[in-house]
C-alpha cells in the first residue's frame, strides 16, 4: 500500500515593505531647513533691530520689523519647498500646481504686509494734530481691505483662475448682500460721509440730544464718544449723521455759554447787576484768564415778587471749563446775594 503523499506547507505572499529613500525625504528636509533658516534669521536680525528701534524711538522702522518678523519664517518654509521640488519627481501637472501655489503665497504675504504698512502709516498720520480730519480705525481698515482685494484678485490670476467671470458673479451676489447688510452698509457710508464732510474730527468736542462730549473715534460702524464722566458712549453713524448737533471745537469766535439764575432779591437792581457782573469775571478769570473775563455780559431777564432770573454769558475760551465756569459764577453770585441781603432771614440759594 502506498504511502500518503505529503501536503505541500502553505506559502503566504511576501508583505510589501517600502522604505523611503533619501531622494524622497530631500523635499522635506530642504522645507525644514528653510523654516529654521526663517527662524535663525528671525532671532539674529529681526529682533535685535526691534529691540534698537525701540531703544531709539524710531516708531515707523519697529512696526516694518515686526510686520516683516510674522512672515520671514513662512518666506523660509516656501524657499525651502521650492529648491526641494527640485529633488522630486512630479508631473507636469503637479510641479506647475505647486509652482502656482508657492508664487501665489509670496504674493500675497507681500500684499499682507503692505496692508501692515499702510495701516500703520494711516494710523500714524491720523494721531498728529494736524491731521485730525482722519478716522484711525475707519480709514484703517478700508486701506488694509482694499489691498489685500488686490492680493486676492492677483493671487487668482496668478493661479490661472479667470478674475472677470468671478467678479461678474461677485457683482450679482453683492446686491442680495446688500440688502441683507443694510443697516451695516449705512453706517459704513456714513462713517465714510462724516469724515469726508470734516464737520466731526477725532478730539472734537460736540453735543448731540443724545450724548455730549469728546470724539475719541469714529468707526467704519459707530461713532465712539468720551463724556464729562469719562463714560464711553457708543453711537452708531447713521444716527450721528442723521442728527443735528453742535461742534464746539469748531466755533470760529470765542465761546460763550449762557448761565441762568433765579435768586430772591430786596435791594436795588442796579446793585444785583454789579454783583453778577463781579460774580461772572472773577468765574472767568479763574478758568480762561482776565482776557476772556473783559467779554463777559449779564442780562436780568425776568422780575416777579419772588425772585429776579439773571443770565450771565461766559467767555469761557474752552469747552472743558464750562463746569468750572458754571460752578464759579452760581457760587459767586449766590454768595454775593446773601450778603447783600444778610439781614433778610429764609433765603434760598440761587439755582
Same mark, same amino acid.
Given at each position: ?57 524710531l ?26 521640488l ?60 482694499? =489691498?489685500? &482685494?488686490?492680493? #486676492? !484678485? +492677483?493671487? /487668482?490670476?496668478?493661479? *490661472? =483662475?479667470? &478674475?472677470?467671470? #468671478? !467678479? +461678474?458673479? /461677485?457683482?450679482l451676489g *453683492? ?5 441683507? !447688510? ?40 459707530n ?38 439764575a ?14 453778577a457782573?463781579?460774580?461772572a ?55 454775593g ?15
Amino acid at each position: 500500500m502506498a504511502s500518503p503523499t505529503p501536503l505541500a506547507k502553505a506559502t503566504l505572499p511576501p508583505i510589501p515593505v517600502h522604505v523611503a529613500s533619501v531622494t524622497q525625504l530631500l523635499p522635506l528636509a530642504w522645507i525644514l531647513g528653510g523654516v529654521i533658516v526663517g527662524v535663525i534669521a528671525y532671532m539674529l536680525v529681526i529682533r535685535p533691530l526691534r529691540r534698537a528701534t525701540v531703544r531709539h524711538g524710531l516708531q515707523a522702522l519697529e512696526t516694518a520689523m515686526s510686520i516683516i518678523g510674522t512672515v520671514i519664517i513662512l518666506w523660509g518654509g516656501l524657499a525651502g519647498l521650492y529648491i526641494g521640488l527640485d529633488h522630486v519627481t512630479l508631473s507636469t501637472r503637479e510641479a506647475n500646481f505647486l509652482d502656482r501655489a508657492i508664487g501665489a503665497l509670496f504674493i500675497f504675504s507681500l500684499m499682507w504686509i503692505a496692508a501692515r504698512v499702510a495701516a500703520a502709516w494711516v494710523e500714524a498720520l491720523g494721531r498728529q494734530t494736524e491731521h485730525r480730519i482722519f478716522s484711525v480705525s475707519l480709514y484703517s481698515t478700508l486701506v488694509q481691505v482694499v =489691498i489685500l &482685494i488686490i492680493g #486676492l !484678485l +492677483t493671487v /487668482l490670476s496668478s493661479m *490661472g =483662475i479667470a &478674475i472677470a467671470p #468671478l !467678479l +461678474t458673479t /461677485l457683482g450679482l451676489g *453683492g446686491l442680495a448682500v446688500a440688502l441683507a !447688510l443694510n443697516d451695516t452698509l449705512s453706517n459704513l457710508f456714513a462713517g465714510v460721509q462724516i469724515i469726508a464732510a470734516r464737520q466731526i474730527r477725532i478730539g472734537d468736542y460736540v453735543k448731540f440730544d443724545f450724548a455730549e462730549g469728546e470724539v475719541i473715534d469714529i468707526h467704519w460702524h459707530n461713532t465712539t464718544i468720551r463724556d464729562f464722566e469719562n463714560n464711553l458712549i457708543i453711537v452708531p453713524n447713521s444716527k450721528i449723521n442723521t442728527s443735528p448737533f453742535t461742534n464746539y471745537s469748531m466755533c470760529v469766535s470765542a465761546l460763550m455759554i449762557p448761565v441762568n439764575a433765579a435768586l430772591p432779591w430786596k435791594g436795588a437792581l442796579s446793585q444785583l447787576r454789579t454783583i453778577a457782573e463781579r460774580a461772572a469775571i472773577d468765574a472767568v478769570s479763574e478758568v480762561a484768564g482776565k482776557l476772556e473775563a473783559e467779554n463777559c455780559k449779564v442780562f436780568l431777564t425776568a422780575v416777579n415778587e419772588t425772585n429776579v432770573q439773571i443770565t450771565g454769558l461766559l467767555p469761557i475760551g474752552n469747552i472743558e471749563n464750562r463746569m468750572r465756569a458754571v460752578s464759579g459764577f452760581l457760587r459767586r453770585l449766590h454768595d454775593g446775594a446773601y450778603e447783600a441781603n444778610m439781614g433778610v432771614r429764609g433765603q434760598t440759594p440761587a439755582t
